[in-house]
């Protein structure tokens, strides 16, 4: 992204998301919910960039990408997040959490990133992603991956921070919170619970099942990703079509009523996997999507 076309994006940014601002981090008590960007959608804005764009459209805070291609790179997680986490937090954000790809103590970046999370004072932290490999019995394949889970715990735990497993829709490991809960169930719930998406509960859990995820997970839901979907049939094959919010087939009421009856108050990142034509009306319009439905849970501000 060039100079040129920073400014326009930035001056958009402004301009579109002045009216939300006011009702954004100002308004934000302890008792609701930090709405964060996923910074995934914004890649190529450096630190100061990406904070005065967030700040400007309105968001509390920024869920904080801490991977490959990511805004900090794993391996100098300990030079540049503190100056990323810095730099957004002096435009008044917070950074709830980070999106990492660690799923082993073995990767050289888990300590650095979780020992600066945890010195820098960020809660939380999304895990990486397990596959099924073909041949290997899914039994087999579930105790790899919670002898995995229980290092990286244990090793966040020393840091002070907490883990979230993600219900990725799939050929993921956990796409099915059962087998989330399989692997997290008798670890200790103050250091890894669930980082819940309700579209990807909804696709693999259809009418009835994602409510039943839901259920299953809610006491222990650290955080919380926001898209929506609905399914498209292209060439005779039916597919996962992300979309804006409300679109789609998320119960969005229902899903926000149950975090506030449970009283979740962690993270809750906001994510674009579709692609608009205009990102920052795109962005704009889902922020106020969500705000809308979490005043109506939570109660305006």
Not at 120 to 133: D, E, N, S, T
Not at 157 to 164: C, I, L, Q
Not at 231 to 258: D, H, N, Q, S
Request: glycine share 10%; hydrophobic share 45%.
């Amino acid at each position: 992204m060039n100079s040129t076309t920073r400014r326009d994006f930035t001056r958009g940014v402004a301009l579109a998301g002045a009216g939300l601002l006011a009702r954004g981090r100002a308004g934000a008590a302890a008792s609701r919910p930090a709405l964060c960007l996923f910074s995934k959608h914004l890649p190529k804005l450096n630190y100061a960039e990406l904070a005065r764009t967030v700040k400007q459209m309105g968001f509390d805070g920024v869920d904080l990408t801490v991977r490959a291609e990511g805004h900090v790179l794993p391996e100098r997680a300990a030079e540049d997040l503190p100056r990323a986490v810095e730099t957004i937090r002096a435009q008044g954000l917070a950074v709830p959490m980070i999106t990492t790809g660690l799923t082993s103590v073995s990767d050289p970046a888990a300590r650095p990133t979780l020992a600066t999370a945890g010195r820098l004072g960020v809660p939380c932290f999304k895990l990486g992603y397990w596959q099924y490999p073909a041949g290997v019995p899914i039994e087999t394949r579930l105790l790899e991956v919670r002898r995995e889970v229980a290092g990286l715990v244990a090793m966040a735990k020393e840091h002070g921070v907490v883990a979230g497993y993600h219900n990725h829709s799939g050929n993921y490991v956990g796409a099915v919170v059962w087998d989330i809960r399989s692997i997290i169930g008798d670890m200790d719930a103050n250091w890894i619970g669930y980082y819940f998406d309700p579209c990807h509960a909804t696709a693999e859990g259809g009418e009835g099942g994602w409510q039943i995820s839901l259920r299953m997970a809610l006491a222990r839901i650290k955080m919380v990703a926001i898209k929506d979907f609905y399914w498209e049939k292209r060439a005779g094959k039916w597919e996962m079509r992300i979309c804006p919010l409300g679109e789609g087939m998320v119960r969005w009421p229902e899903f926000f009523a149950a975090l506030q009856k449970a009283r979740f108050t962690g993270p809750i990142s906001l994510h674009l996997e579709y692609e608009p034509a205009d990102e920052i009306a795109a962005i704009t319009r889902d922020l106020a999507f969500l705000r809308k439905h979490v005043d109506a849970a939570y109660g305006g501000v």
